[in-house]
């Protein structure tokens, strides 16, 4: 596909604001993958010392946890918040 990056750009800004999150989301990811070319192996690595780190802080008390419907209800109020038109002045 050959597209003109002002012409991708405006269609781009007529999605809704969810699918413009999430395509920003892809792109940062693109960008710092890139930049850091992490094999598959060594983003695995980091992820297992980050799951460990978070075991020991809950073993040790330090982290606390969140329940999934808690964390749910927070994602889907921030979403919906996004959504909701802009406010107009009185």
Same mark, same amino acid.
């Given at each position: 596909?050959? *597209?003109? !990056?002002?012409q991708?750009?405006?269609?781009?800004?007529h !999605? @809704? $604001?969810?699918?413009r /999150?999430? &395509?920003a989301s892809? !792109? !940062?990811e693109s &960008?710092? %993958?890139?930049?850091r %070319?992490?094999? @598959?192996?060594a $983003?695995?690595t /980091?992820w297992?010392a980050?799951?460990?780190?978070?075991?020991?802080?809950f073993?040790?008390?330090i982290? +606390?946890? +969140? @329940?999934? %419907?808690? +964390? *749910?209800?927070r &994602?889907?109020?921030n979403l919906?918040a996004?959504q909701?038109?802009?406010?107009t002045?009185?």
């Amino acid at each position: 596909m050959d *597209f003109d !990056l002002d012409q991708l750009s405006q269609a781009v800004l007529h !999605l @809704p $604001i969810a699918a413009r /999150a999430e &395509l920003a989301s892809r !792109l !940062l990811e693109s &960008l710092d %993958a890139e930049e850091r %070319a992490e094999t @598959p192996e060594a $983003i695995a690595t /980091a992820w297992e010392a980050e799951l460990d780190r978070r075991e020991a802080d809950f073993a040790t008390g330090i982290g +606390v946890g +969140v @329940p999934a %419907a808690d +964390v *749910f209800q927070r &994602l889907e109020a921030n979403l919906a918040a996004l959504q909701a038109p802009p406010e107009t002045p009185r």
